[in-house]
């Protein structure tokens, strides 16, 4: 964003800010189940790219303002999708590397604390936290942990195969 901080304007950024709705359509159209401040950063790169754009592109602006708004939508988007790879591609990296630390040979009760500290490194929401807590380490039924969570069975089983399918990926590598 450092190249395009350097063309931004006042006027750019009253223009961004009067295009909240546009910038959190492309937001909420582009993400799902993030957290408050991931939303806020995501908010803040948006308003700079919006900006930005309003200051290279204010003649299409004066000329079609609907083509200029599809436009930095669009461009919104992309950085937004780029962004929350990238960010993707850390935590996966992450997790193999913690996954690799995991894998040292360990021996009696020392392995399987590595285990548990394993099992519950992979857990990042809190449905993933119960799953493996209560269900996985402490072998609560998921029924119970429904009831006990709030949170419906059907659910709770879905997390399970998606942590049962990172397991396998940690296994193959």
């Known amino acids: 964003m450092s190249t395009t901080s350097e063309t931004i304007t006042d006027a750019g950024f009253l223009a961004a800010l009067a295009a909240m709705p546009l ?20 908010v803040q790169d948006a308003i700079l790219t919006y900006a930005a754009f309003y200051d290279t592109h204010t003649e299409l602006w004066g000329a079609d303002p609907d083509a200029f708004r599809a436009q930095v939508y669009q461009k919104i988007r992309w950085l937004l999708l780029d962004k929350l790879r990238r960010e993707k591609w850390l935590t996966e990296r992450i997790e193999h590397d913690e996954a690799a630390l995991a894998n ?13 500290q394993a099992l519950r490194s992979l857990a990042g929401t809190d449905r993933e936290r119960a799953v493996v807590e209560y269900h996985w380490l402490r072998g609560i039924p998921l029924a119970q942990v ?28």
């Open 23 to 42: 910038i959190n359509g492309a937001i909420k159209h582009t993400t799902y189940r993030i957290g408050i401040a991931e939303r806020e950063d995501l």
């Open 104 to 116: 040292l040979p360990l021996a009696g009760d020392t392995e399987l604390a590595a285990i548990t």
């Open 146 to 173: 429904a009831a006990a969570t709030g949170v419906p069975v059907r659910s709770l089983r879905a997390v399970r195969t998606t942590l049962r399918t990172r397991l396998r990926r940690l296994e193959a590598i």
